[in-house]
């Protein structure tokens, strides 16, 4: 468990800012995709393959939120989310505004492992949440940006 | 399924605004809430019992939405839920301008059930999410408001 919080709450340059995106986990993106565009009404804004968590990513506008889509492109976890769960809600994600700032100031004694997730941002899955849900940081802006 | 999207997106009266919530199922909130506050740094900002859903909602700030617990105070769909999956992600929820209106506008051969949500906002959860979702839509005013 990483401890991050603060009095100070979402100005914490150590903690977090918003919430970036609500993930769900698909079998086939392209055959989920006319309910939320057609149906829901949401413009897809960024889609592309994640090479090293093996996904690929579509993300939608919600206006002040992304639903991000999430296909697996090889066995890996989603995959096997989908084998044991089938498709649905898969994690959350914040927004931070430096992960490796945050995980050095915060007790990260856990092994959090940092990877470049979607959008060119830094993200990493926070360890030891206790109510059942995955929960992701990614960056405020794209790595080097 | 309540086709309600256009090409206007989310300047559309009658479809999405924005994310409102996602919405967490607990066993206990009060057991779930020092994670939240205290590792993640988010701040209660309100607290009820809905009680014809029979539940215990609390939303806690993300800054650009809010992250709902929902704890069952009676046997119903939200225990059913923790029964089955325990503890985890359970819904997310968009805000509407009038979810009557818009139900009138779009097809809703479904029979959506309009409900009392929480901060006094009419909701509804949409029927025929094809992938495994459960999407609740909220009005972005208080009822009557």
Known sequence: MVPFGSESGLSDPNGLR?????????ADIDAALPYYEETLGLKVVHDEIADDPGVRLCYL????AYIQLVEPVRPGPVQQFLDEHGEGLHH?????????R???AADDGNGVQVF?????????????????VLIELTETTPHGG
Chains 1, 2 share one sequence.
């Open 102 to 104: 945050m995980l050095a």
């Open 61 to 64: 506008d919600a206006g002040n």
């Open 116 to 132: 470049m997730g979607g959008r060119e941002r830094l993200a990493c899955f926070l360890s030891g949440t206790p109510t059942g």
């Open 18 to 26: 918003w919430l970036d995106h609500a993930a769900i986990a698909v």
């Open 92 to 100: 959350i994600c914040f927004a931070v505004d430096d992960i490796p």
